[in-house]
């Protein structure tokens, strides 16, 4: 079964202070794992897939296969991070798995 | 620019009242999708189709059923509208069965 797992449902962190948003899948092949963020009043937005290995609004994400995670992270967080963020999975299903979402916050 | 829309913002229904919800996507995508998102549940698929008149059941399809007659307009319909069915409706759709573009929601309220 392909799962997603984002084990803090609320984090907070103060403005410069590094993130990490942390998430954990369960799926037997190859997977693609993507984060999608959704800001206070706006749609929900793809933030980066794992494999354009790029950085996008100072955010990065490492596949770990062996610890089976795709944590998100950022140095120093801004502000206007604060948003619900959601991991996904592509499996053999064809269709993506959403995990239940990190809502973080940047305290001034 | 990549557009997907949704006919309502805000619904309000009463219980066993027939509910109709679209989404138009203007790219021209094969895939089109229905979630809902409820706070600590994250997001749901209902249903989704990747071709026009075909769908298929998500996670959650029990009360829901869809239609696409076209292939750039998708739409959930809500039988007999129950009271645990008010929630967070998100449409969304892609060219291939990876990035998905959203629609901006519809909150259903069924009192």
């Known amino acids: 079964a392909q799962r997603v797992t984002q084990p803090e449902k609320l984090l907070s962190v103060f403005k410069g202070a590094p993130v990490e948003l942390k998430c954990n899948y369960s799926y037997s092949g190859s997977p693609e794992l993507f984060w999608y963020v959704q800001y206070s009043r706006q749609r929900l937005q793809l933030l980066l897939r794992?494999?354009s290995r790029e950085s996008i609004k100072g955010f990065t994400a490492d596949l770990n296969k062996g610890e089976t995670s795709f944590h998100l992270k950022k140095p120093f967080a801004q502000e206007e991070d604060s948003a619900m963020y959601y991991c996904?999975?592509?499996?053999?299903?064809?269709?993506?798995?959403f995990g239940k979402g990190t809502k973080l916050t940047v305290n001034p | 620019d990549v557009k997907v829309t949704q006919s309502s913002r805000y619904l309000v229904k009463r219980t066993g009242e027939k509910v109709f919800l679209e989404c138009v996507q203007d790219m021209d995508h094969e895939n089109m999708f229905w979630y809902r998102q409820d706070p600590g549940l994250g997001l749901r698929l209902i249903y989704f189709?990747?071709?026009?008149?075909?769908?298929e059941k998500g996670d959650i399809p029990e009360g829901y059923s869809v239609s696409r007659e076209k292939k750039e307009r998708f739409s959930l319909i809500l039988e007999s509208a129950s009271t645990n069915q008010t929630s967070m409706y998100l449409c969304a759709s892609s060219l291939l069965m990876d990035e998905q573009f959203f629609g901006p929601g519809t909150r259903l309220t069924v009192l």
């Open positions: 996904a999975l592509l499996g053999g299903s064809e269709k993506l798995v």
């Open positions: 189709s990747y071709d026009v008149k075909m769908k």
């Open positions: 794992h494999i």
